[in-house]
């Protein structure tokens, strides 16, 4: 994400940063690997890819059960991951009516176990704190599976993912190169500048790849595109406050230069729904 004007005048760091703090190298890497993955399975056994969003988004809630446990609220992980499993096969074999179903039964089972596991004082604060986990990112999440579902489902999810990863860097590379006015004290690192290089970027990349691959008007691709770029930039900020809340500086290391692999859901999981729902009204 962008830096403060203070932060991109610090210098680069020892360990192969960039002027931003950031292992530019290691994030670069990561990210190549991870675009292999998705493009590898998306393209080839649709299922595979699936597994692939299932285990990424279950290290992601066993991050955030973490973080919560930092100020003692407990939620438990595996009513969570199995919910997570449910709704997503509910979405892709069931479509959007067994998707709501299953979140509706895990959030009562999630009711039901902390009625029985730990007394009734906090009740409230962790049966609110493991609804809140099965939602986001766990729900969210099996939008995707929605979106895979249809014959170009292919096509569709890597569009989504493309103008995503598109904020990020557009944000960044605007947010250094020109960053000076501080966007919210949400996230101090965060830019108008970085905000307006995310919309650009993810207009244009929407806008080329919709009409690539789904043969639609450049419009419907560009609008795409710069509510991604909005929805993402929101992502990123429901994470910080979270992360505020909590008193945390990210939510795992488990991908270099990037963090925990919530840091890199929380704009994906805030754009599945918007983008899910345009491309079904245009497709």
Not at 151 to 175: E, K, M, P, Q
Not at 256 to 282: C, E, K, Q
């Amino acid at each position: 994400m962008e830096k403060s004007v203070e932060e991109r005048t610090a210098g680069t760091s020892s360990s192969g940063g960039s002027r931003t703090g950031r292992n530019l190298p290691a994030a670069i890497a990561v990210g190549v690997v991870l675009g292999a993955l998705v493009l590898g399975t998306v393209y080839t056994i649709k299922e595979l890819f699936l597994i692939v969003v299932v285990g990424a988004v279950g290290v992601g809630v066993l991050e955030l059960v973490k973080a919560f446990a930092t100020r003692d609220i407990r939620v438990p992980a595996v009513p969570v991951l199995a919910g997570l499993v449910a709704m997503q096969a509910g979405a892709y074999w069931g479509g959007p009516e067994w998707l709501l179903a299953s979140f509706a039964v895990f959030a009562f089972v999630l009711l039901i176990w902390r009625m029985f596991s730990d007394g009734t004082d906090g009740y409230v604060r962790d049966a609110s704190a493991s609804v809140f986990t099965l939602f986001y990112p766990a729900m969210l999440s099996a939008i995707v599976a929605l979106m895979l579902h249809p014959g170009d489902g292919n096509h569709r999810v890597l569009i989504f993912i493309a103008v995503t990863v598109a904020s990020d860097i557009g944000g960044y590379i605007a947010g250094v190169l020109f960053g000076r006015h501080q966007l919210t004290v949400i996230s101090p690192k965060k830019t108008w500048e970085g905000l307006a290089g995310s919309v650009v970027a993810c207009t244009a990349v929407g806008a080329w790849l919709v009409s690539w691959l789904l043969h639609g008007q450049i419009w419907q691709g560009a609008l795409i595109g710069a509510l991604a770029a909005l929805l993402a930039t929101v992502g990123d900020l429901v994470e910080s406050m979270i992360k505020r809340d909590l008193g945390i500086k990210d939510m795992g290391t488990i991908l270099p230069g990037h963090g925990g692999l919530m840091d890199r859901l929380d704009s994906l999981v805030t754009t599945l729904v918007p983008v899910w729902l345009l491309m079904t009204l245009f497709f």
